[in-house]
Structure formats: C-alpha cells, structure tokens
C-alpha cells in the first residue's frame, strides 16, 4: 500500500518521563459515504482507543451532519470514501494507493482526513475472504483504525514525518494491517504526548 499524507499539530504538555499522560479530548467529526455496519464501528473505534488512549488522546465520535464543531475544542473532520463493509469483496489485491491522507494548506497541516474504505477493501479483500465469514467486519474495522490512527498522528503531531517502524510508517503491509497487535514506536508515540 502507498503511503498515506498526512500532517497535525499540538500543545504542549509538561509531564515527567514515565509519567501517565494527562487525557487530551478531541473531538471527532465524521460522515461516511455509506454508513458502516455496527462490528466495523465497534472494531474500528476500540482499535483506536487502544493505540492512542496509552498516548493521551481521546476521542469524542460526533457525526459532522448534525454538529456545529466548537471553534475552541481539539478537533478533526474525518470523511470515510466509499464502502465499509465486508461483503461482496473483491476476490484478488488491488493496490489502491494512498488508504488515507490528510489535507495540507500552504505548508499548513489541517485537521481535515479523508480514508478510503474502498481502496482499503480491495487491499485486503483476499485476505479477508480467508477468514470467517464472522470476523471479517471486525478485521476490517481494526485496519479502518490503524490507518486513521495514522492520518491523526500527522494532525497532532503536527508532521509530515514518517517513522521506520509502527502505525507511523509512510506504508503498510496486508499483515501490519491485520496483525493482532500494531502501533506507534516510541519515537511517534513520544511525538504525540508532548504534542
Ligand atoms: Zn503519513
């Protein structure tokens, strides 16, 4: 898969090392277009708490239809392109490119992230064909997560840097994004705290 774009920034935040980081809340605003079902919802949200609440972030789902974002909070617009879900999918790897990237004005890196659900599916389709039927919604929905995860260290960390290791690398494979366990390396992770 090709890298994803992305960009942030942050505050910063005194604290000693070791220290448990104090909770930063960001509001999240979404749309999809086409509503995924509920194990994909569940799946991707508990994967991005789980990489990003270690770190000190934690997010706020708000559908960007029916919210006036506040001007003050920390916040991100996520647009989720195309479909999620795991049905009726495709039997061979495409490669769709970038699967997520995140919008930069004039050097500026803005809260603004788009994910493609689709190109997401094609890259993982074979791969998810060959699990049950049952988890494939779930698989999909944690990958969904890792490269979201991705496009908002970019946001709040406030770089268009990319790691060698970790959810921060520029690209991923189709067993990084289905492994049981992936997230930052220290580097990033550290990036994200002191945001
Ligand atoms: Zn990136």
Request: hydrophobic letters at 45%.
């Amino acid at each position: 898969m090709r890298g994803l774009l992305l960009l942030l920034a942050l505050a910063i935040q005194p604290g000693f090392a070791g220290e448990p980081p104090q909770a930063a809340h960001v509001a999240l605003y979404v749309q999809f277009d086409q509503t995924p079902p509920a194990a994909v919802m569940d799946s991707l949200r508990s994967e991005l708490d789980s990489i990003m609440d270690p770190i000190g972030l934690r997010f706020e789902w708000r559908p960007l239809a029916d919210s006036s974002p506040e001007a003050t909070a920390e916040l991100a617009v996520v647009t989720f392109k195309g479909r999620c879900d795991a049905t009726s999918l495709p039997p061979h790897r495409t490669n769709p490119g970038a699967l997520g990237w995140t919008h930069i004005s004039d050097g500026i890196i803005l809260p603004f992230t788009d994910l493609d659900c689709g190109g997401l599916r094609a890259f993982l389709g074979e791969q998810l064909l060959a699990l049950p039927r049952g988890d494939r919604d779930g698989a999909l929905g944690r990958a969904l997560g890792r490269v979201l995860a991705h496009e908002l260290y970019h946001i709040f960390a406030n770089t268009t840097r990319h790691a060698s290791d970790g959810v921060g690398k520029p690209t991923y494979s189709v067993e990084e994004l289905l492994s049981a366990g992936f997230r930052f390396a220290k580097r990033e992770a550290l990036a994200l705290r002191l945001r």
